[in-house]
């Protein structure tokens, strides 16, 4: 009598399908882990050298209390120089996703408030067919925060003109102004 196949000898017999899948899973997570990083590696470096420097001062306890005090304040430079351009990435990120959504936007570091400038023909439009793209508005400024390290950004949306149509303080939905 013939033994069915086991499992172990069909994989013995033919490794190349599941080598394949196994190349293509590493890939794939890879890939993932690699873009998840792209966006990030700026602002770690940053704050690697800031743990470098900081580790460097407390092995070097015997110097004096003014060297002391210039490293830190290089420190403070450092992650303050960071913060910038993690608040200019955060305002180009977004223009970038706007497609059409909005003119531009504009983000305020002092007010943590991300400005969107519309389209006149916004003013014509009611609160119900603008709500869509407040949506969006709102979804791209929320996630793209969390990327750059934001803290809840304010919302103003305004026409071109400056009057302002809708507002959210961070951390409610937007809400239109009229």
């Keep these: ?26 890939a794939v997570i890879g890939l993932s882990i690699f873009s998840d990083n792209s966006g990030n590696s700026e602002s770690e470096s ?11 001062s407390e092995e070097d306890s015997s110097e ?26 955060y305002e180009d990120k977004v223009n970038s996703l706007l497609k059409g959504t909005a ?9 943590n408030t991300l400005t969107y400038v ?19 508005l709102e979804t791209i400024a929320n996630r793209q925060a969390v990327v ?5 950004p304010a919302i103003n949306v305004q026409l071109p003109n400056g009057t302002i149509i809708a507002t959210s303080d961070g951390t409610d939905d937007i809400e239109f102004s009229n």
């Design 118 to 136: 519309g389209y006149d023909d916004w003013a014509n439009y009611s609160n119900s067919d603008l709500r869509d793209a407040m949506d969006i």
């Design 148 to 152: 750059f390290d934001m803290n809840n």
């Design 1 to 26: 009598m013939r033994r069915p196949p086991k499992k172990q000898d069909f994989i013995q017999k033919h490794p190349l399908p599941f080598i394949i899948c196994a190349v293509i899973i590493v």
């Design 103 to 111: 003119q531009y936007a504009t983000y305020d570091k002092s007010t």
């Design 46 to 56: 940053s704050s690697s050298v800031s743990h470098k420097q900081s580790s460097s």
């Design 64 to 89: 004096s209390f003014s060297d002391d005090e210039s490293s830190s304040s290089d420190e403070i430079e450092s992650s303050s120089s960071s913060s910038t351009d993690n608040s200019k990435d």
